[in-house]
């Protein structure tokens, strides 16, 4: 799948990603998420947009993690948009904690960032100064306030 902003590759040591088809400039509009199915239950490949609704598609279900990623899932506007500029042909990585509370599969992360969490399982299990450091979507900060009132040992 190809198209004038990004293209899914089949070609990654880790299977499947996104590339930029383009240069795209911060805050460019990269995918319209609107399309997406609604999966029946959370996936490895869904994503978690709020309200109890994972989304599946094309256009999240190659998007890689990363922990200095260069696009933000807004599940509010349904789009996926650029954090920075981005070059051409370079790998389009969200940080699955920003719209993931608990993951269905966590894995070990190789992103090789400075601040990388280790092993990716959400935000649920992510330290909150690392939360900090990233765009998150209201669905997943509610969790965060709710779950410090509580007294929740994070
Ligand atoms: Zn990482």
Redesign the pocket.
């Known amino acids: 799948m190809r198209t004038n902003t990004f293209e899914i590759v089949h070609d990654r040591p880790y299977g499947a990603g996104v590339m930029a088809s383009q240069p795209l400039a911060k805050d460019r509009v990269i995918a319209d998420l609107t399309e997406c199915a609604t999966a029946d239950e959370p996936s490895i490949y869904t994503i978690d947009v709020g309200d109890g609704r994972h989304i599946d598609g094309p256009q999240v279900r190659y998007l890689n993690h990363?922990?200095a990623p260069n696009v933000y899932v807004d599940a509010h506007l349904m789009h996926v948009r650029a954090l920075r500029p981005i070059a051409e042909g370079e790998e389009l990585t969200f940080f699955y904690p920003s719209t993931e509370w608990d993951m269905v599969g966590p894995f070990a992360?190789l992103?090789g960032?400075a601040d990388?969490?280790g092993t990716v399982t959400g935000a649920r299990n992510t330290d909150t100064s690392v939360l900090r450091h990233h765009a998150l979507n209201r669905h997943v900060e509610e969790r965060i306030k709710a779950a410090s009132a509580a007294g929740v040992t994070r």
């Open positions: 990363s922990c992360c992103c960032a990388c969490v």
